[in-house]
Every structure is written in C-alpha cells, then in structure tokens.
C-alpha cells in the first residue's frame, strides 16, 4: 500500500469516526425528565398547590405545555406555565375533587429538541372529605359554581367549557436548535465533499488521465 493509500485510508477512517461520534452525541444530548411533584404514580390525601417537572438540563422557555387531565378526558389546566433554568411548574386549581389525573408534559431541552411525557397521579377519597360542606354552603350563599377558582392563593377565571375538553399537545417542530435529522444530514454531505476533494487530489498527484497538468491528457486542436 503506497503512502497516498494509507493516508486517504486514515483520513476516511477518521471522518468515519467523528461521524459516529456526531450521531451518537444527537442521540444522547435530549434531557430527561428526572423528578416531578406530585411524583409519578404517587397517590395523595391532601391537594398539591403546584405542579413542578425537574429536567437533567435547562429547558428552554419556548413551546412549553402542560395539562392535566382529570379521569383521562376532562382538562382541569388553568395555570401559567413557567420555566426556570431545570424546574418547569404550574399552578392547580383548589377545587381538585378525588380521582386519577394525568399530567402531559412538553418542552424544549437545552438542545434545542422537543420532548414530551407524561404520568399518573391519584387524589385519595380523604382529599376534600371536608371542604364539599364548606362548598355546598358557598353555594346556597351564591358564591359556588360560577366563581372563580384559587389557583396558588390568587384568584383566575373558570376556563370555557371548550377547554374542559381533552385536546392533544401541540406537535410543532419549531425550536431555536437543530433537528436531528438536519444534523445528520449536514455531516453525511460534508463527509461526501472531503472524501470526493481527496479523490480528486490523490488522481491529479497519481497524474491520471483526464486531470489538469497531466502530459498525457490530449490537448484541443488548434482551430486557427
């Protein structure tokens, strides 16, 4: 094997491995979900005032969504939803009766992909066990129903009925990052045009025919 051999050999060999180093990083560089309060799974006697997801990176405050949705179907959101370095939470409604709610979860990582979840938690029976006589005795002084809910201390409106309705978290791809496919992508056409560069430089070194400077390629017949 001559030199040029073994150094356009080495030089793929390397391309090839930043290659699979690049792909191995997109695969791995999402962050994760690594704690939550309530936690998943966990079954609760007294009413969380907040929702709080805790991610392994910084999330980034664009194109996040949470709900929550009681019994499977009836969205109970009604929060702002805020981002904080690793921390995304949002508040709850006071007035959480007792079943299963299921919290669905997307954000931005740190890398610029969006990620989704989502998990279960239970309100016991002994969640408002006294609060229905302190409801039924709002209601007959008019300020049942139609009030606004408390949601951490402050007071915010009922959502309509069209938004008790479960409705799908957004699937928009839009972020400030990069996809993965489009990285992948961009290193595939940019290990094409080196290794096509060096074809191209060990041919005209070797002098082969067809390549500028070559003696044996034939030259244009003089047309004067």
Same mark, same amino acid.
């Given at each position: %094997?001559?030199?040029?051999?073994?150094?356009?050999?080495?030089?793929?060999?390397?391309?090839? $491995? %930043?290659?699979?180093?690049?792909?191995?990083?997109?695969?791995?560089?999402?962050?994760?979900?690594?704690?939550?309060?309530?936690?998943?799974?966990?079954?609760?006697?007294?009413?969380?005032?907040?929702?709080?997801?805790?991610?392994?990176?910084?999330?980034?405050?664009?194109?996040?969504?949470?709900?929550?949705?009681?019994?499977?179907?009836?969205?109970?959101?009604?929060?702002?939803?805020?981002?904080?370095?690793?921390? +995304?939470?949002?508040?709850?409604?006071?007035? %959480?009766?007792?079943?299963?709610? #299921?919290?669905?979860?997307? +954000?931005?990582?740190?890398?610029?992909?969006?990620?989704?979840?989502?998990?279960?938690?239970?309100? #016991?029976?002994?969640?408002?066990?006294?609060?229905?006589?302190?409801?039924?005795?709002?209601?007959?002084?008019?300020?049942?129903?139609?009030?606004?809910?408390?949601?951490?201390?402050?007071?915010?409106?009922?959502?309509?009925?069209?938004?008790?309705?479960?409705?799908?978290?957004?699937?928009?791809?839009?972020?400030?990052? %990069?996809?993965?496919? $489009? $990285?992948?992508?961009?290193?595939?056409?940019?290990?094409?045009?080196?290794?096509?560069?060096?074809?191209?430089?060990?041919?005209?070194?070797?002098?082969?025919?067809? #390549?500028?400077?070559?003696?044996?390629?034939?030259?244009?017949?003089?047309?004067?």
């Amino acid at each position: %094997m001559t030199l040029r051999s073994r150094t356009l050999t080495a030089v793929i060999a390397a391309l090839l $491995m %930043m290659f699979g180093l690049t792909l191995g990083q997109a695969a791995h560089a999402h962050d994760q979900l690594v704690g939550s309060s309530p936690e998943e799974g966990a079954e609760l006697d007294e009413q969380p005032e907040w929702l709080e997801l805790d991610f392994s990176g910084e999330i980034q405050d664009v194109g996040t969504e949470i709900q929550v949705l009681q019994d499977g179907d009836q969205d109970i959101s009604a929060g702002e939803v805020t981002v904080e370095g690793t921390s +995304v939470s949002s508040a709850l409604p006071d007035n %959480m009766t007792p079943g299963e709610y #299921t919290v669905q979860w997307r +954000v931005v990582s740190s890398d610029g992909h969006p990620i989704s979840g989502e998990f279960d938690f239970t309100l #016991t029976d002994a969640v408002g066990a006294g609060e229905e006589g302190a409801a039924d005795e709002g209601a007959a002084d008019g300020e049942g129903g139609e009030g606004p809910a408390e949601l951490g201390g402050a007071a915010v409106d009922q959502p309509e009925d069209g938004a008790q309705e479960q409705g799908a978290l957004s699937e928009d791809a839009d972020s400030a990052g %990069m996809s993965t496919p $489009m $990285m992948i992508l961009l290193v595939v056409g940019g290990l094409a045009v080196v290794v096509l560069v060096i074809l191209l430089l060990t041919r005209k070194q070797k002098g082969l025919p067809g #390549t500028p400077g070559n003696p044996e390629t034939p030259e244009k017949p003089d047309t004067n």
